[in-house]
């Protein structure tokens, strides 16, 4: 005898709600979804794996942090070549008026002088070597792995899920809580969690400074949100995060910051790989060229932009003088003793001993000055002070 059994119309209505919200499982006789038959908590890790599976994308990303100043904004675009580690782009810098120094400083790094800090840069990423061109320079930097940058923002541009660093990408493996909706075209939205731990990963070490970086790994406090869109194939077209639970750090420079979010579209995608500069574009070796500028001999010319965040303005790139350059420098007089005399003391002594060097030093040289009798200098800090050999200011004129 065969008893038939009615369903009612909102409990099956129900039950299908429910299998689609699952995840998991295709259809029979059709072909598993590599992303949406996954269980739904693997979902954005799937996609993720999609989008490296496209061989090649186009990327462009907004970090914006908020204040009472305006949106400060670092825009990064550029083409990914996933299987060859391989990525070229820009990034570029974009600041209200009124920011304070301290907070442009900690973003950009500290400069020789105002202009000479690159609020731009092109990069090209291959594996083992980062090459940037800062500024209005005309030639490239390479930075090899062998070089001690590790810790600096050189090695913030190289990420761990594509090779150009700093994006949205390297958080999406760690999203939990997922949620899903259906999107345009047969793609689908998620909504996810990350831990603010995990999202420290888009950010270069000497920026983590300036954020909450004491978060604990298993911390369930300041949750990142993530948003996630996928086109029919599951690949990444647009992920979004609220990042203000990194601004929440006492004493920082980013204090003045009251939002951060981070906005990643991706298109483009395709077999093309990342273009790289040219071979007729010159390009001079990090290793020989970029130093303290206490460490560049007198009379020789140096530019202000590294590519590296530079927290003390210190390092520069020397260049020929034969080619146009922000800076000469014109001595490196004795500040005299060992034991540091203070702040002021120090400061005092630094410019009374560039002065001397100023009036004695070749005209040829101080001539370059843009401003008639300018000069600019540096000199050791306390923990510097006298640290094997005798403490030296360092005095320059700047050339344009």
Request: charged share 20%.
């Amino acid at each position: 005898m065969i008893i038939r059994h009615r369903i009612p119309l909102l409990a099956a209505a129900a039950a299908l709600v429910l299998t689609a919200c699952s995840g998991g499982g295709a259809a029979a006789g059709k072909p598993a979804h590599p992303v949406f038959d996954a269980p739904v908590q693997g979902q954005p890790r799937k996609a993720l794996l999609a989008t490296q599976k496209a061989r090649s994308a186009s990327f462009t990303q907004t970090l914006t942090f908020t204040s009472r100043h305006g949106g400060t904004v670092l825009t990064s675009k550029g083409r990914l070549d996933f299987p060859g580690s391989r990525a070229s782009g820009s990034l570029a810098w974009k600041l209200p008026a009124g920011l304070p120094g301290s907070t442009k400083e900690a973003l950009l790094g500290t400069a020789l002088a105002d202009h000479t800090s690159a609020s731009a840069l092109r990069v090209a990423i291959d594996p083992g070597t980062v090459r940037i061109r800062p500024g209005k320079a005309d030639y490239w930097l390479r930075y090899d792995e062998s070089d001690p940058w590790e810790t600096s923002s050189i090695d913030g541009l190289r990420g761990s899920e594509a090779a150009f660093g700093g994006t949205l990408l390297e958080i999406v493996s760690g999203a939990g809580e997922v949620k899903w909706s259906a999107a345009a075209d047969g793609g689908r939205r998620y909504r996810a969690q990350v831990s603010a731990f995990n999202a420290l990963d888009m950010f270069a070490q000497d920026i983590r400074a300036e954020l909450n970086s004491s978060i604990s790994p298993t911390s369930t406090e300041n949750r990142v949100a993530l948003d996630l869109t996928t086109d029919s194939r599951g690949r990444i077209t647009r992920a979004e995060a609220d990042l203000t639970p990194l601004l929440r750090k006492e004493d920082s420079a980013l204090s003045s910051m009251n939002e951060l979010r981070a906005v990643l579209t991706m298109n483009g995608y395709g077999p093309s790989e990342a273009p790289a500069p040219a071979p007729s574009e010159p390009t001079l070796a990090a290793k020989e060229t970029v130093r303290p500028i206490a460490d560049v001999p007198r009379g020789a010319c140096v530019d202000g932009s590294t590519g590296i965040r530079n927290p003390e303005g210190t390092m520069v790139v020397q260049v020929s003088c034969q080619q146009p350059h922000d800076a000469r420098v014109f001595a490196h007089p004795g500040l005299g003793g060992t034991d540091h005399p203070g702040e002021e003391a120090a400061e005092r002594q630094a410019h009374a001993a560039c002065e001397r060097a100023h009036d004695s030093a070749p005209s040829s040289w101080t001539r370059e000055s843009v401003e008639s009798g300018a000069y600019w200098l540096t000199w050791p800090t306390r923990s510097e002070w006298g640290v094997g050999q005798e403490p030296k200011a360092t005095c320059y004129v700047m050339s344009r």
